[in-house]
């Protein structure tokens, strides 16, 4: 029998150049580049994954750089936001912070009980700081190694909102998984995982359509600025195999399970469209040596940390292939320090956001 999700496991986005993510979400951010490995469907291109020193589940923020494709439109069927959580009393630290490194921040804004900051990356996408007085209980291991202080560090991840093509169908899978209608408002309704981090999936229903920017949310189209996926937590590889039964027996749109050397999971794409993945939870996916602690070099005058590749046993033999065809990736240096430039970012309709 299938045991409810605790949570969600991590997220994974699309952005465009791999060292401009490692610098936002290391170096503005304050996460830990908790691992540089190869998406393992292509491993001609970057995977990124961020959190805090463990890289522990419900913490993890990852990231396939693509910096040759088209923006992304964000839109149905998405993923349309990523909300971390950060500690009570620390928005006006990050507005200062991000708004110091040029970064728009919005807000405190009001949305059930939360009180959030809304921001974008550099390539668009969409992303909030909520606050939380339970932040300081947090099994998360914060990363020494970052800029921000620890008394507003971000701690894990807070949840994420949808926009579906069926938000019906999409609840219905999140209940399956185990979450639990928790409230509604406007035109969002909140799901609660059973567990102690990363807990919330908002659905948004779009019945309120009283402004513009409520009126029929576009078609999305992947690319950088839109989040390619969301995984939940499961406890073990043999309950994926229970969970691949429960969702091929009903029809659904499940892969295999996979091998994914830091953890093993799946994909179901629900009827909604929202791709979700479950994973094995473990007690952090941190590669070994550690990221920020290999050997410094000059780059452009500034000594910078250069960030080692990390491959599964089955990559090695392509190791010299794909090292010669991936850009080398640095731990971050202050944005600040950055001379500036423009970024993209993701075409959206809703003016006012998620």
Same mark, same amino acid.
């Given at each position: 029998?299938?045991?409810?999700?605790?949570?969600?496991?991590?997220?994974?986005?699309?952005?465009?150049?791999?060292?401009?993510?490692?610098?936002?979400?290391?170096?503005?951010?304050?996460?830990?580049?908790?691992?540089?490995?190869?998406?393992?469907?292509?491993?001609?291109?970057?995977?990124?994954?961020?959190?805090?020193?463990?890289?522990?589940?419900?913490?993890?923020?990852?990231?396939?750089?693509?910096?040759?494709?088209?923006?992304?439109?964000?839109?149905?069927?998405?993923?349309?936001?990523?909300?971390?959580?950060?500690?009570?009393?620390?928005?006006?630290?990050? $507005?200062? =912070?991000?708004? !110091?490194? +040029?970064?728009? /921040?919005?807000?405190?804004?009001? @949305?059930? *009980?939360?009180?959030?900051?809304?921001?974008?990356?550099?390539?668009?996408?969409?992303?909030?700081?909520?606050?939380?007085?339970?932040?300081?209980?947090?099994?998360?291991?914060?990363?020494?190694?970052?800029?921000?202080?620890?008394?507003?560090?971000?701690?894990?991840?807070?949840?994420?909102?949808?926009?579906?093509?069926?938000?019906?169908?999409?609840?219905?899978?999140?209940?399956?998984?185990?979450?639990?209608?928790?409230?509604?408002?406007?035109? $969002?309704? =909140?799901?609660? !995982?059973? +567990?102690?981090? /990363?807990?919330?999936?908002?659905? @948004?229903? *779009?019945?309120?359509?009283?402004?513009?920017?409520?009126?029929?949310?576009?078609?999305?189209?992947?690319?950088?600025?839109?989040?390619?996926?969301?995984?939940?937590?499961?406890?073990?590889?043999?309950?994926?195999?229970?969970?691949?039964?429960?969702?091929?027996?009903?029809?659904?749109?499940?892969?295999?399970?996979?091998?994914?050397?830091?953890?093993?999971?799946?994909?179901?794409?629900?009827?909604?469209?929202?791709?979700?993945?479950?994973?094995?939870?473990?007690?952090?996916? !941190?590669?070994?040596?550690?990221?920020?602690?290999?050997?410094?070099?000059?780059?452009?005058?500034?000594?910078?940390?250069?960030?080692?590749?990390?491959?599964?046993?089955?990559?090695?033999?392509?190791?010299?292939?794909?090292?010669?065809?991936?850009?080398?990736?640095?731990?971050?240096?202050?944005?600040?320090?950055?001379?500036?430039?423009?970024?993209?970012?993701?075409?959206?309709?809703?003016?006012?956001?998620?």
């Amino acid at each position: 029998m299938v045991a409810d999700t605790p949570g969600i496991h991590h997220v994974t986005g699309i952005v465009g150049d791999a060292q401009e993510a490692v610098d936002f979400y290391a170096g503005v951010l304050g996460l830990r580049p908790v691992i540089r490995t190869v998406n393992f469907e292509d491993i001609l291109q970057h995977h990124l994954y961020f959190g805090d020193a463990r890289g522990t589940p419900g913490t993890v923020f990852t990231c396939f750089p693509d910096p040759y494709a088209d923006t992304g439109r964000v839109g149905k069927p998405q993923v349309d936001a990523v909300a971390f959580r950060v500690p009570d009393g620390s928005l006006p630290y990050w $507005r200062d =912070r991000l708004e !110091a490194d +040029g970064i728009d /921040a919005v807000g405190p804004l009001e @949305r059930f *009980a939360d009180r959030f900051l809304r921001l974008v990356d550099p390539v668009g996408t969409r992303l909030e700081l909520v606050a939380d007085s339970d932040a300081s209980d947090a099994v998360a291991e914060p990363w020494p190694g970052s800029n921000v202080p620890a008394e507003a560090a971000i701690r894990d991840l807070y949840g994420v909102s949808t926009v579906s093509l069926n938000p019906y169908a999409t609840a219905s899978t999140l209940e399956t998984l185990g979450f639990v209608y928790d409230e509604e408002r406007d035109d $969002r309704v =909140r799901y609660r !995982a059973p +567990g102690d981090r /990363a807990m919330i999936v908002d659905v @948004r229903t *779009a019945v309120a359509a009283d402004t513009k920017a409520e009126r029929g949310v576009s078609f999305g189209r992947e690319g950088p600025g839109t989040i390619h996926h969301v995984a939940v937590r499961v406890e073990s590889e043999e309950m994926l195999y229970e969970w691949r039964d429960l969702f091929d027996d009903r029809g659904g749109d499940v892969s295999r399970v996979k091998d994914r050397h830091f953890f093993h999971s799946l994909y179901v794409r629900e009827p909604g469209g929202i791709l979700f993945e479950l994973a094995t939870e473990t007690d952090g996916v !941190a590669a070994d040596p550690p990221l920020d602690a290999n050997v410094l070099d000059s780059t452009n005058g500034r000594e910078r940390v250069h960030l080692p590749l990390s491959l599964p046993d089955w990559f090695e033999d392509d190791r010299e292939l794909i090292e010669s065809q991936l850009p080398p990736l640095s731990a971050p240096v202050d944005k600040r320090d950055q001379q500036p430039g423009e970024t993209g970012g993701a075409d959206t309709d809703d003016e006012e956001g998620t």
